[in-house]
């Protein structure tokens, strides 16, 4: 089925580093979703974003839905060990407003 | 409850059996979801709940899967003939109306040997 390109894939930073991930479609989107997953847990829910230009704010996360509707960026500030995990993009396209697409995921390691 | 509630959290069975798995959704929540997720993939949709009704499950493999909903709460995803393939986490979410924000369970390990 259809899937979001995600990247990075991996990335493995020094703790107090910014992070910088981000998600492209061919297609356009309705809405996108930031969800982070620890082993063993189902995702959690960070950002949702509904509107093209939308920046929204969660702590030290920062998430954009791009003007075009075809990508979103999710940036974290200051990272901490905690902050270890795989993060999605996710996201509702014009098309279907029921049916959830997923990125592959970034896995992010924190050095402390 | 609070949460998405799954249960078993891990289940271990041979090739051939049946295994039901169990979702209980965040109260009030008339969608409900099942994905199922392979290691290193996102999650892949299953079947999508509104009330007792499957008003999508496109997602589902083949007919050895099945999911009901009898009362539009707790959902159970049947799988007949298990196969080796069918390892995966399957993870139930719910969510207030559909179409927005989806919360998830912790999800079911399902190991076929």
């Known amino acids: 089925g259809q899937q979001l390109n995600q990247s990075p894939q991996s990335m493995f930073i020094q703790e107090g580093e910014d992070v910088s991930m981000n998600c492209t479609s061919s297609?356009?989107?309705?809405?996108w979703l930031w969800y982070k997953q620890d082993p063993g847990e189902g995702p959690v829910l960070l950002i949702a974003?509904?509107?093209a230009g939308e920046l929204t704010s969660n702590g030290r996360l920062t998430a954009q839905f791009g003007i075009t509707r075809k990508d979103s960026f999710l940036n974290i500030s200051a990272s901490i060990p905690s902050d270890v995990g795989i993060y999605f993009c996710?996201?509702?396209?014009?098309?279907?407003?029921?049916?959830?697409?997923w990125g592959l995921g970034t896995s992010l390691a924190v050095n402390p | 409850g609070a949460g998405v509630s799954q249960t078993p959290s891990n289940k271990v069975t041979e090739k051939g059996k049946y295994v039901e798995l169990r979702c209980d959704p965040i109260?009030?929540?008339?969608?409900l979801y099942w994905y199922r997720q392979s290691l290193g993939q996102g999650p892949e949709f299953l079947i999508y709940?509104?009330?007792?009704?499957?008003?999508?499950d496109s997602g589902l493999p083949n007919d050895r899967f099945f999911a009901v909903r009898p009362e539009g709460s707790v959902s159970t995803l049947k799988i007949q003939r298990t196969e080796r393939g069918d390892s995966a986490v399957y993870l139930c979410?719910?969510?207030?109306?559909?179409?927005?924000?989806?919360?998830f369970g912790s999800g079911t390990q399902l190991s076929v040997l």
């Open positions: 979410a719910s969510s207030r109306q559909g179409g927005e924000k989806l919360f």
């Open positions: 109260s009030g929540h008339t969608a």
């Open positions: 709940f509104q009330g007792t009704g499957a008003a999508d």
């Open positions: 297609s356009i989107f309705n809405t």
């Open positions: 974003l509904y509107k």
């Open positions: 996710a996201g509702y396209n014009a098309g279907n407003n029921r049916k959830l697409i």
